[in-house]
């Protein structure tokens, strides 16, 4: 089988082959946030301040997609790994169709529940209407978002990892050319405002999903999709769910996790909640290279456990940690020594960037040990494992932060919740290698001691 390099080649290699293409897909990913941010801000503060309202909704549907989908390429890949290539098949197209279903009920139940979402946090009509003619506009292209994470994941679990980065590149251009011509209106295009950047990041993905469904038909691929393998399989319908349901929460709480906290920051002003919301899309950024490890090495870490490959499983684990560690501190550095500039991508607003660098510089203390816990539950997610990277993601994401960042602020105002983001980095931590450590050395106690 053609995927058999996964457990032949060498580790370091393997990794950096997996893992590159992933990284700059990632960077491309989170330039669709990025890129929308800033010319919208060009736009005003209050479409700024919309936009942030919006994101955990947005951040829902994308986790429910990449959720699932990290649960379709972690089943494909043990299966691949196993030599059963029929299973293989069956889930690549049940799960295909499982995501174009998903898209419509979040397309429908996130349209609907908006205006009862934006009321708990805003009561300027200007910022409500803005973010309530963003989202309707953006939530209409949730199948598409599903049915492309689904292809993503199924090409990443046959090792085709430059497939996903040359598809996203595509999208992420046409949305770079298009937000300038949609939002403030160049050539024959009218200016849209911040329903242009909907509409410009809605094409984007359209095209990926395209370049996605053109390099399935017109190459060779090792997984099929076709109607006979369509069928009600309880078994592997069963296994894509119990990692893609771990795997959505665990991508979901950070949504929570937000809208607790934007709660929190109103009290003191809105300019905390824009704040908040610049930070989760500089995070994007900061975090994207580890994620695009942990994205190459799901499919590793799943082909080998079924394998039996259980050494190669743990050499897999330790070089994306030390990779990892090492890519958090540069983002802790560039958090100190260039933060002006990083919040000042996003308002020009002197108090706003005051309060964003010192939002920065506290939460950066976290940066390089949150490299444990999100190895270990990429790693764990891949292993198929999903309990358990659900368990970290909820102390990490609702357990210790949020009760941390009520009492904290108590005594430190605003600058307490930044704080409770580098507490919980380090207890998560503490709580993720020991379980990391105890699931690999159940299933390989030779190598585990």
């Known amino acids: 089988m053609e995927q058999t390099f996964m457990k032949e080649k060498k580790i370091l290699p393997l990794v950096l082959s997996m893992s590159l293409p992933m990284v700059i897909s990632m960077a491309v ?13 060009k736009v005003s503060e209050d479409a700024m301040t919309a936009l942030a309202l919006v994101y955990p909704v ?9 959720g699932f989908g990290v649960g379709l390429n972690a089943i494909i890949a043990f299966y691949l790994g196993a030599g059963k290539q029929n299973q293989a098949d069956k889930a690549a197209t049940i799960g295909t169709l499982l995501s174009f279903i998903h898209g419509i009920l979040l397309m429908v139940i996130c349209i609907m529940g908006m205006p009862w979402f934006l009321k708990n946090f805003s009561s300027d009509s200007e910022i409500t209407n803005l973010a309530l003619r963003y989202s309707f506009r953006a939530f209409l292209f949730s199948p598409v978002i599903n049915l492309g994470l689904a292809f993503e994941k199924i090409f990443q679990s046959i090792g085709k990892m430059k497939v996903s980065m040359f598809s996203m590149i595509c999208g992420c ?16 295009f009218p200016a849209m405002g ?16 395209l370049v996605y469904l053109i390099f399935y ?14 069928c ?67 499919p590793l870490m799943g082909y080998n456990f079924g394998a039996g490959e259980f050494g190669r499983v743990r050499k897999i684990y330790r070089t994306s940690l030390t990779m990892n560690v090492g890519i958090m501190m540069i983002g802790m550095i560039l958090s100190w020594v260039i933060p002006q500039n990083l919040i000042g991508l996003f308002t020009n607003n002197s108090q706003t960037i005051e309060i964003g660098v010192s939002a920065l510089h506290i939460i950066s203390l976290g940066f390089m040990i949150s490299a444990v816990s999100i190895t270990c539950s990429g790693a764990l997610e891949g292993l198929g494992k999903g309990l358990q990277s659900l368990f970290l993601a909820f102390l990490r994401y609702v357990a210790v932060i949020i009760p941390a960042a009520y ?13 409770s983001f580098c507490f919980s980095e380090f207890v998560t ?3 993720a290698a020991f379980i990391y450590r105890k699931e690999i050395t159940e299933h390989s106690p030779a190598q585990g001691r």
């Open 429 to 431: 931590a503490g709580f």
């Open 29 to 41: 990913n989170a330039l669709y946030n990025i890129i929308d941010s800033y010319f919208i801000a």
């Open 194 to 209: 911040i329903e242009g950047a909907a509409y410009a990041t809605g094409i984007g993905q359209c095209i990926t999903l």
């Open 232 to 298: 009600t399989d309880f078994k592997v319908i069963k296994r894509i769910y119990s990692v893609g349901i771990s795997a959505t929460l665990n991508l979901a709480l950070p949504s929570l996790l937000i809208s607790v906290l934007n709660g929190m920051l109103a009290e003191f002003s809105e300019k905390y909640v824009l704040v908040l919301g610049v930070y989760y899309k500089l995070q994007t950024f900061i975090y994207l290279t580890a994620n695009g490890i942990i994205q190459g090495i799901r």
């Open 407 to 419: 009492i904290l602020s108590r005594f430190l105002g605003a600058d307490g919740i930044w704080y």
């Open 58 to 66: 947005q951040n829902l549907i994308n986790a429910i997609a990449i």
């Open 173 to 188: 251009a046409a949305n770079i050319i298009l937000d300038p011509v949609m939002i403030f209106g160049i050539g024959f």
């Open 217 to 230: 038909f017109c190459c060779s691929n090792s997984i099929q999709i076709s109607r006979k393998h369509l």
